[in-house]
């Protein structure tokens, strides 16, 4: 099967600097009709990690603006960096070291197999399948299953018996398969549909992989928890889309496709889970227009939108206040996990080393041993934490603080936790 060394982009290159494309118009509906809502200023790539000890030298930073279509919808960043770029071959996230990420996948097996009778044998695609961890839940329950990864994430979900293709996916990746495994019945992407360039395209290679009786399945941020927790940290450039209900629907009925069911979950802070199949093969489930219902619209939403820029500014002041507080008490910060979104937060807040000292992980990580993206910040372990006790720690994965704090005093950390959103306070 050919290798894609990176998807094609029609969009147009951003002079000068070679590998980033400038996005002058919706993603979804081709409109020119675009709004600025934020501008977090030029950020790392969030999945490029320099190693401890590493002398610092050139590294890219790109601007990241949060932009509103009034036409279909669509939240989006100004702005696409090469894949190549943000996900680099050592991609550094796996999703099977997040509990609720694993329960949500376990769960989403469930609810396929309640709903729509998915039977043993039944072919099963995750694009963008990172280790493995959503197929897992459909190969134990006898499906054939093949993930489509692009980073070298891919080799731990083969070791791990997930029969996976490291490749981008596209219409001619989608092509190839049906012609080796036979159509898809389900067809999942989960946290990489609003990642991914030429959104029309992918759409095409799904519609080309998927059984005419098929279910098209898509996990995103929400757009709405996003506004609502001031979860600013989740832009970043690796997020090229935040969708509302509205704006995938949008997207999807172009190319035929119709929402059948809809729901929040509670996944990265607040995200979608979006059914999808041929218009007038399934009976389009209640959840959709309540959904659909309950989102800001129009005026309304762009109302909203910048009471959320607002907000993301006086919250960057508030945490700002609340660090120099501390320091001039002579305390030490250190920071609780490294989360791609930690980035963002970590380099627009302008937090740097003689602010947190450290970052703690989980034993195992991939990031143990970096700098956070962007900084001189390390990533060391987090039994660093109990031997150091700290004053305080800041809660980077904040939107589950309530697991990780219970965890870490358990374990004896005695000093103070601050989380720093919605709004940022002691616990």
């Not at 070291?97 to 099963?124: C, M, S, W």
């Not at 206040?321 to 996990?337: P, T, V």
């Not at 001189?376 to 904040?398: G, K, R």
Request: aromatic content about 8%.
């Amino acid at each position: 099967m050919k290798l894609i060394n990176k998807p094609h982009s029609s969009l147009k290159l951003a002079a000068g600097t070679g590998s980033s494309v400038v996005i002058d118009h919706c993603q979804v509906c081709d409109s020119t009709d675009l709004e600025s809502v934020l501008f977090l200023g030029y950020l790392s790539p969030v999945n490029q990690m320099r190693t401890i000890g590493e002398v610092p030298n050139e590294q890219g930073a790109y601007p990241a603006g949060m932009l509103f279509c009034k036409r279909c919808e669509l939240v989006q960043l100004g702005l696409s960096v090469d894949p190549a770029i943000i996900f680099p071959p050592s991609y550094p996230y796996t999703s099977g070291t997040t509990r609720i990420l694993r329960d949500n996948f376990a769960q989403l097996h469930r609810q396929v197999v309640e709903l729509y009778g998915l039977k043993p044998n039944d072919f099963v695609v995750d694009i963008g399948s990172n280790d493995g961890t959503l197929l897992s839940n459909f190969k134990d329950g006898g499906c054939r299953v093949l993930g489509i990864e692009p980073t070298n994430i891919a080799q731990i979900a083969s070791d791990r018996g997930i029969n996976t293709l490291q490749n981008y996916f596209l219409p001619e990746v989608a092509r190839a398969v049906r012609i080796e495994y036979g159509a898809a019945k389900v067809v999942t992407v989960a946290n990489c549909f609003a990642h991914m360039e030429g959104v029309h395209q992918i759409v095409e290679g799904i519609l080309e992989l998927l059984d005419s009786q098929g279910l098209f399945i898509s996990e995103n941020h929400y757009l709405i928890p996003l506004l609502d927790t001031l979860q600013y940290d989740t832009i970043y450039h690796e997020h090229l889309r935040y969708y509302s209900l509205h704006s995938i629907k949008y997207l999807l009925e172009i190319h035929g496709l119709e929402v059948v069911h809809a729901e929040r979950i509670q996944t990265h802070g607040g995200s979608i889970r979006v059914y999808s199949a041929r218009k007038g093969v399934f009976q389009v489930n209640p959840s959709v227009d309540q959904l659909l219902s309950a989102e800001p619209t129009g005026e309304a939403m762009l109302g909203r939108l910048k009471q959320f820029r607002q907000d993301v500014i006086l919250s960057k002041l508030r945490l700002l206040s609340m660090l120099r507080d501390i320091k001039e008490q002579g305390a030490r910060i250190w920071a609780i996990s490294a989360p791609s979104r930690a980035s963002t937060l970590v380099n627009y807040v302008g937090l740097d080393d003689g602010i947190l000292d450290y970052v703690v992980e989980i034993k195992g990580s991939l990031k143990l041993g970096k700098y956070l993206p962007g900084t001189l910040i390390p990533v060391v372990d987090e039994s660093n934490l109990f031997d150091a006790q700290p004053e305080y720690a800041l809660i980077l994965s904040w939107h589950i603080a309530d697991e990780l704090a219970p965890i870490l005093r358990a374990r004896g950390f005695k000093g103070k936790f601050i989380t720093p959103l919605p709004v940022p306070r002691i616990l």
